[in-house]
């Protein structure tokens, strides 16, 4: 296996044989440049957190709870891919200190504002932790304990009275959104059912996981050809649907997708992910935004155009990292999604990073979301900006060339996601079907050190470059 000078070395020359037309624009003439690209991201990432600010975890004003759980969430992926440690202390401290007196993420500094959507995405990072290894903390609940208990509150929350089923945004009637059964939230409880369902191996997860879908269906939130839709309101028992798209919820309802069709052999859940995963990205990656992410029904909903204030803010964008995050995994669960999905996201790292290099603070970012990132002049210096960048650029550890001009999966990524009882034999199988897999199928607990990049046993990487759509096309596999 390279050591680490060898991988950066190697890393460097790809990048150099590409031509200026399509080069990332960051230095690619010593690997100390390449190696800090990521690294540069994640720093700015920390940089705005204030400790102690509305608790320890929550980013300050302008930046929602959820962003704040994105954030943590997009930095454990960092430390998993990357090896790189540094940040895993404030990850612990982050997802302790907004559990709440419960243990359940509903901490009373989040009262006033608390959505299902909000505590079901500290959820989701929480078994982040729990599925990567994060170390847990000695006298403080596990990680899978703490999102398991978010499941157990939520489940009383399933509304039959209106709609035949259901949560509402809102969990307090006295809060905004209480009347909106919207598909951020239905989309964040699938996801969790979804995974806790592999995670534990426990068969209800995955039936409460069945029937939150099939109650999207149903309402028509999801349609025939698996567009995901905004919303309905309770008080008009969900007659009337807003078919406004958002890609945060279309891309966990695909990745949530993706995990059952894995742990359960199901046709019927492997068509469901080939399907929202093509309607996904016809609709947020087009060719109108040369195959980049955008939002276009932020630009319809605002009447703005593409690369404006508007659809740049941070809030919008740390939704976009967390669609690119979902996006990303799929491939790890249906291997023959690898080419599609690596080619939209490649597109979208090439394109957001000459925007967000020199990031040495928060201060002195230039960053977007890539609200058709290609041509957007706007010079923004958000927490949900960063953090898109960071999603599209570390995605290219996840889905990675094969060597043949298509693309696969990194196996060994597969073998080290965990499960409650330390092995990833379930997701082995994913790698092996796509005829990737190499050295020892036989799975494992995965390192507590999540070092992808340096320093995992049998762990590898590989690096080959694509050229898609005259876009550059970068990944890592095994070295």
Avoid at 207 to 216: L, N, P
Avoid at 369 to 380: A, F, I, K, Y
Wanted: charged share 15%; proline share 4%.
């Amino acid at each position: 296996m390279l050591n680490h000078t060898s991988r950066l070395a190697a890393l460097a020359s790809a990048f150099l044989a590409i031509n200026s037309a399509t080069a990332l624009d960051y230095p690619v003439n010593d690997p100390d440049a390449l190696s800090s690209a990521v690294k540069q991201i994640a720093t700015g990432v920390i940089d705005f957190d204030v400790e102690d600010y509305g608790g320890i975890g929550n980013f300050p004003d302008p930046y929602t709870w959820e962003e704040s759980a994105t954030a943590w969430d997009s930095l454990l992926e960092y430390w998993y891919l990357t090896g790189d440690a540094s940040h895993n202390a404030a990850v612990q401290a982050a997802l302790l200190g907004q559990m709440g007196p419960d243990d359940d993420y509903m901490p009373p500094n989040q009262s006033l504002t608390l959505t299902n959507h909000g505590q079901a995405r500290w959820a989701l990072t929480a078994l982040s932790a729990a599925e990567r290894g994060l170390p847990a903390v000695s006298d403080k609940p596990t990680w899978e304990k703490l999102a398991s208990a978010v499941f157990e509150v939520q489940v009383p929350r399933w509304d039959e009275k209106t709609c035949g089923g259901g949560m509402r945004e809102a969990i307090f009637t006295f809060s905004d959104g209480y009347d909106s059964k919207d598909t951020f939230t239905q989309a964040s409880f699938f996801q969790l059912a979804a995974r806790l369902a592999r995670f534990t191996g426990n068969h209800t997860y995955a039936d409460w996981a069945a029937r939150a879908y099939d109650w999207m269906l149903a309402t028509e939130l999801i349609d025939k050809d698996s567009r995901v839709f905004s919303h309905a309101n309770a008080s008009s028992n969900c007659s009337i649907v807003s078919h406004e798209q958002w890609s945060e919820p279309a891309a966990s309802i695909a990745y949530g997708c993706a995990i059952l069709a894995n742990i359960t052999s199901s046709t019927t859940w492997s068509n469901r992910t080939t399907s929202h995963v093509s309607t996904l990205l016809a609709t947020f990656f087009p060719p109108s935004a040369n195959n980049t992410i955008t939002e276009p029904s932020c630009h319809e909903t605002t009447g703005s155009p593409p690369g404006s204030d508007d659809c740049t803010d941070s809030t919008h964008a740390g939704s976009t990292a967390s669609a690119l995050h979902h996006l990303s995994l799929i491939p790890l669960f249906q291997p023959h999604l690898s080419p599609a999905i690596a080619a939209a996201l490649s597109a979208t790292a090439a394109a957001i990073t000459p925007l967000c290099n020199n990031t040495t603070t928060n201060t002195t970012t230039n960053t977007t979301t890539s609200e058709d990132v290609s041509s957007s002049s706007v010079s923004c210096h958000g927490l949900g900006q960063q953090l898109a960048a960071l999603e599209a650029l570390q995605s290219g550890f996840v889905v990675v060339g094969d060597g043949r001009g298509g693309a696969g999966v990194n196996a060994s990524v597969v073998r080290r996601l965990r499960t409650a009882s330390g092995n990833g034999t379930s997701d082995t199988t994913a790698a092996a079907a796509d005829g990737d897999s190499d050295g020892d199928s036989s799975g494992g607990g995965g390192d507590s050190t999540g070092a992808a990049a340096g320093g995992g046993g049998s762990v590898s990487l590989s690096l080959s470059l694509l050229i898609v759509a005259g876009l550059v096309a970068v990944g890592m596999a095994a070295l």
